[in-house]
């Protein structure tokens, strides 16, 4: 059974840094591209980040790129957010969401529970 | 990136009737080369992660009841519910995948009239 669990989320002050993981089991993680995805209080989903199997490739929302890394540990079944100088506009629920191909992103096969992430002073 | 528009926000359908959610790309979204629809459909329901309803505009995913089905091609997409069951009431999200800047449209809520 796939099984992805985020964890990370909490409170930070604006311009800070935070970093999520997002632990995978129940599938052969390096087989598979993965992805972030948000969800704002009470507002729709917004992609932001995927990145390849094997790590090589990854991509960004325009809204974050510059201020966030996504990152794998292939030995660890792990994926990461690097988040750095967050606004309060990146305040959402954070859902790591595992890709049916390998190497382009594609859809959300599968989802995480999420982890909040709230920005304010 | 490529814009993808629902209509309506939200709708309200009578049990047993027919739901139908509109998703319009700001271009096309089917690769010539392979005659694909790079489009996706989600359900939402309240406190829970998305779930994958629907790929390549038509394809359900695998245990989705069949009176969930997808149309269209090209730039004008549509999510059909043919006979609304209780536990529909979600929000659903249309997805294109034929850019590498995944985008989703904005959602639209489905209630019991």
């Known amino acids: 059974e796939v099984q992805l669990l985020e964890s990370g989320g909490g409170l930070v002050q604006p311009g800070g840094s935070l970093r999520l993981s997002c632990a995978a089991s129940?599938?052969?993680?390096?087989?598979?591209?993965m992805n972030w995805v948000r969800q704002a209080p009470g507002k729709g989903l917004e992609w932001v980040s995927g990145i390849s199997g094997d790590g090589g490739s990854t991509y960004y929302a325009d809204s974050v790129k510059g201020r966030f890394t996504i990152s794998r540990d292939n030995s660890k079944n792990t994926l990461y957010l690097q988040m750095n100088s967050v606004r309060a506009e990146d305040t959402a629920v954070y859902y790591c969401a595992k890709d049916p191909a390998a190497a382009t992103l594609t859809v959300f096969h599968y989802w995480g529970q999420g982890t909040l992430l709230t920005v304010s002073s | 990136d490529i814009v993808m528009t629902q209509s309506p926000d939200s709708l309200a359908v009578s049990l047993g009737e027919r739901a139908t959610i509109n998703c319009k790309s700001s271009?096309?979204?089917?690769?010539?080369?392979?005659?694909?629809?790079?489009l996706a459909w989600y359900q939402q329901k309240p406190g829970q992660p998305p779930k994958l309803l629907i790929y390549w505009a038509s394809t359900r995913e695998s245990g989705v009841p069949d009176r969930f089905s997808g149309s269209g091609s090209g730039t004008d997409f549509t999510l059909t519910i043919s006979s609304l069951q209780a536990e529909d009431v979600a929000v659903y999200y249309c997805q294109q995948y034929y850019s590498t800047t995944l985008t989703f449209g904005g959602g639209t809520k489905v209630e019991i009239k």
């Open positions: 129940g599938f052969t993680f390096s087989s598979y591209a």
């Open positions: 271009q096309s979204v089917l690769y010539s080369s392979n005659n694909q629809n790079y």
